[in-house]
């Protein structure tokens, strides 16, 4: 019996412990990053870190501004971890304490909110840039060869058209989706209902699911739900260029998207933080937005690439109805907004 | 996630599964000091009950709280919701009908897995485990791969309720095989091959004999993969691809409303959610040790 | 019981082909997709930074998680086995209930708990100590999550072995702690072993729950069921798959760990 027990204690003793304890070691003697490109893109001499928290799809321009700035004198040595999901999803995880130094969202109410919670400053687009860097429009992305011949807004109303778009109660990319058909059948905000009426018959009859992000809706369209994905120009030129069966058209009437980017006031790299965001700003980052296929700000830059970035025959802003203050509350609030209350009503 | 199934080859476990099994009635010998001071058993049950408070029922209490927050009218609000019950809907067909398959085939291979010889059983015993040893993400990642968009067999179940039963029957497959396996090699053959020669033909044995006595084992199984469908939210994520009405499961619904700040709502469907899966577990528990018990006494 | 040969054969070839299709069949796909661009761009995926940090991240939280549910856990099965008190049912449920709880349930119940606006909230507004979007929250979900694995593993060996061992050596003199240690603990080796086992594998799987309360940021709070499904997310798909096939590589090793651990205790029982 004693044999047994020896043999016993002995066995299942050491040799786990011992295996532990190899893995353990090889994996300490590993450094970690938060890089994840393979074939070492990682930044060495790292002497700073900032954290952003941005919206579920601008990676492609901030995988390509940020080499850029950690190659200028600014940006030496400043590693910026990056992390994607739903705008209003990151915006209220910034207020419960989700580390962030740097945020960019895709609506201005998810800025807001932080500046109610006192973690951005007011002033935040007071300088001449506005807080926005960056920005795009709404396109309409459809399958390649567009075999269901969608032109326009109208051609969502057919009845044999699904529209995929995320839900506007998480995702900032669903409010100006809706934003955009909303502007062109309301006039610019004069005929509110004649807008209603269109949202609530394109949101009931032709839009079946509900993912939560903009990057969410494009997975779902491109794995082959549905026939027409509306997003952002610049995610669709994104996984055009990944090589997926898309196109995308822009309609005639389309709406301006402005995609915020603040400074978090309680964070504790604010002089990095600063330095980030005025960069994006200069000539050099604003040529990288404009290759990663957002519409540049800066308007000699804009000029450049400009065959590449049609105008629409109209181009609605959110200024046109009234700005965010007034549109937000108006067609997005939670309980009361219109739009929201036709997506509880048509959803669930 | 197992029941520990190596087979006992000897002590009342042996023919009474239910004293293996948490949760049954059997009383534990009387209190030993063997190994406990006087007073230490106070001790070590507050040090257990201070631990399972803090990390199972004080969370689980959070919840119950919030569900309430709003009062019964938005209790009843949130888990009325047509977007709620239809994920209800969802989860529970689908929990059915993978569990009824699991219960025939789990039933089978362990089976063929204790009756049957042949080369390559003995990996194939231990490969019955992947399921448990995968990351639920990486389950879904692979369905996804196969059954998808781009899949090798032709078989495009993606964003269908098939691709979601799918998905749930590989997470859930070894459930019912290891609680049946152990019962299968226990089991006394004395009794078979007595009424063998009596007699009786070969699916008679097995339906009046065989079958009943496996029974408790096979509803325990089948309790634990109903349990486990109702919770899964990994596996399906990419191949459901969470349509409402069709592939949204209940713990996508609880997900999405915490992303639309409903916290109220996502903490009322999670208390009905887990009524469900607890209360069907303890059934089919109870439920089987009964049956085992009434097996005994008929073989007494 | 004499089956007849059609029977079997059909039945054998039944139960394969539901193997095959089921298991056997993504797991060939999996690895065909992994190393068919070769296996230098596979290691490139499995070496990235982010990839390294997830290891670290994931390995730590096995780390913590491990010894608390070893110590509670065996506690807890000894008061299970060993002693009769009102509400002892209770307690056993209560045990059981993480195999109940579906791990969004578990990420939302540590929310609504540790959040900065829960009802633990003062724990991370007066002392700074985030649990949530930091370690603490993700190594809570994963004990809740593994709770019950060690504890149903030792306590029916526990009530199995009996108490003649640890009364005889009481009566040879020794105090609790050796007799706990001498006698109670080898006896439970090879339960707690497979208890370990099943924790560990369960942990470095944790998706549902660490997904709610992780602020998934790349280097810092990302396990490998994060990074997963990061990279899926954002389009790199191939690294998904590579990273996917690391993990099922570590799952096989368990289950060949979890087969020897099995073999040595029915032979340890034989003996």
Sequence with gaps: MPQRLNDIRSAWRWRPVATLALVAGLVAACEGGASDVVGGGALTNVNAKITLVAYSVPEPGWSKVIPVFNASPEGKGLQVVTSYAASADQSRGVVEGKPADIVNFSVEPDITRLVKAGKVSPDWDKDGGRGIPFGSVVTLVVRKGNPKNIKGWDDLLRPDVEVVTPSPLSSGSAKWNLLAPYAAKSNGGRDSRGGIEFISKLVHEHVKLRPSSGRLATSVFVEGSGDVLISYENEAIAIERQGKPVEHILPEQTFKIENPVAVVTTSPHLDAANAFNNFQYTAAAQTAWAQAGFRAVDPAVANNFRDQYPVPVKLWTIDDLGGWSTADPQLFDKNTGSITKIYQEATG | MTRSFVGRTSGPEAIRPELAQPGSELQPPPTVRTISRPGSTQLRFGVTMLWLSLIVLLPLTAIAWQAVDGGWQAFWLAISSHAALEAFRVTLTASVVVTVFNMVFGLLTAWVLVRDDFPGKALLDVFIDLPFALPTIVTSLVMLALYGKNSPVGLHLQHTPPGVMVALAFVTLPLVVRAVQPVLLEIDRDVEEAAASLGASGPKVLTSIVLPSLLPAVLSGAGLSFSRCVAEFGSVVTIGGQVPGKTEVSSQWIRALIENDDRTGAAAISIVLLSISFTVLILLRVLGGRTARREEKAAA | MKSLPWARYLTRYVVLAYIGVMLILPVIL??????????????????????????????????????????????????????????????????????????????????????????????????????????????????????????????????????????????????????????????????????????????????????????????????????????????AEYGAYALSTMLMGVAVAFLVVKTIVQVRRKRARQA
């Design chain 3, 30 to 235: 999996i690895l065909w997709r992994t190393f068919r661009p070769g296996f230098s761009q596979f290691y490139d995926w499995i070496s990235t930074p982010a990839a390294i940090s997830a290891l670290n991240l994931s390995l730590l939280v096995v780390a913590i998680v491990l010894p608390l549910n070893v110590v509670f856990g065996v506690m807890t099965a000894i008061l299970l086995a060993r002693n009769r008190f009102r509400g002892r049912g209770v307690l056993q449920a209560v045990v059981d209930l993480p195999f109940a709880v579906s791990p969004i349930i578990v990420g939302v119940a540590l929310i609504l708990l540790w959040g900065s606006a829960g009802a633990l909230g003062f724990v991370e507004n007066d002392f700074g100590f985030k649990i949530i979007f930091g370690t603490p929250g993700i190594v809570l979900a994963s004990i809740f999550v593994t709770l019950p694995f060690v504890i149903r593993e030792v306590q029916p060996v526990l009530q199995e072995v009996g108490t003649e061992q640890e009364q005889a050596a009481a009566t040879l003199g020794s105090n609790w702690w050796q007799t706990f240690w001498r006698v109670t603990l080898p006896s439970i080796g090879w339960g707690l072993t497979y208890g370990v086992v099943l924790t560990t594998a369960r942990t470095l799987g944790e998706f549902g729950g660490v997904i709610m309360v992780s602020s998934n940021l790349p280097g810092e709070s990302q396990t490998l069921t994060l990074l997963v499904n990061d990279r899926y997310n954002r389009g």
